[in-house]
T-cell receptor, first 112, second 115 residues
Framework: GENVEQHPSTLSVQEGDSAVIKCTYS??????FPWYKQELGKGPQLIID?????GEKKDQRIAVTLNKTAKHFSLHITETQPEDSAVYFC???????????FGSGTKLNVKP | DTGVSQDPRHKITKRGQNVTFRCDPI?????LYWYRQTLGQGPEFLTY????????KSRLLSDRFSAERPKGSFSTLEIQRTEQGDSAMYLC?????????????FGSGTRLTVV
């Protein structure tokens, strides 16, 4: 099956700085890569996703990049705010498969 | 639409007892998933329904675990003879069938503690 690795496990940044979280995947057939944000006591919430035919996608302060050759994708958060503090998970899935493989999560702490 | 609802939010049970969790997906979503999340880890797939049919089960889902979705709407996950290793957050998610590129909508989960 697929193996998704995520780094770093914890990330602390100053408010206003940028944060980058990286994931690698093992199965070259994976073609859809969502990112989820999980706040304490809540379920994961989809924040952005990218398909394998796209190299980069941006939504306001959040962007995701994908390098299919290297099999890695990254989440970039610019101008971080305290409310960005949460655990972020990357995930990967193959076309026509129904389950996602998740990374182990990154706890982001944005210090005011 | 209030999203995916899970009940209860928290459950403390003694080892050996049976527990049942409920999930109500988004009404127009006909795919429903159960995942398990242990502390410090990402969610792990347990099982998946399309309408009332259970189409895939993980090896993580031992014989003590059973899931149903009787009318293709809500789903239940039952754990029999609970063990301390079953302590985790049980997440339900739903998604539409149209299009190959879609993420899930997760519920807030049921946190199970087996003492």
């Amino acid at each position: 099956g697929e193996n998704v690795e995520q780094h770093p496990s914890t990330l602390s940044v100053q408010e206003g700085d940028s944060a980058v979280i990286k994931c690698t995947y093992s199965d070259s057939a994976s073609n859809y890569f969502p990112w989820y944000k999980q706040e304490l006591g809540k379920g994961p919430q989809l924040i952005i996703d990218i398909r394998s035919n796209v190299g980069e996608k941006k939504d306001q302060r959040i962007a995701v990049t994908l390098n299919k050759t290297a099999k890695h994708f990254s989440l970039h958060i610019t101008e971080t705010q305290p409310e960005d503090s949460a655990v972020y998970f990357c995930a990967a899935r193959k076309y026509n498969f129904n389950k996602f493989y998740f990374g182990s999560g990154t706890k982001l702490n944005v210090k005011p | 639409d209030t999203g995916v609802s899970q009940d209860p939010r928290h459950k403390i049970t003694k080892r050996g007892q049976n527990v049942t969790f409920r999930c109500d997906p988004i009404s127009e979503h006909n795919r429903l998933y159960w995942y398990r999340q242990t502390l410090g880890q990402g969610p792990e797939f347990l099982t998946y329904f399309q309408n009332e049919a259970q189409l895939e089960k993980s090896r993580l889902l031992s014989d003590r675990f059973s899931a149903e979705r009787p009318k293709g709407s809500f789903s239940t996950l039952e754990i029999q003879r609970t063990e301390q290793g079953d302590s985790a957050m049980y997440l339900c998610a739903s998604s539409p069938t149209t299009g190959p590129f879609y993420g899930y909508t997760f519920g807030s989960g049921t946190r199970l503690t087996v003492v």
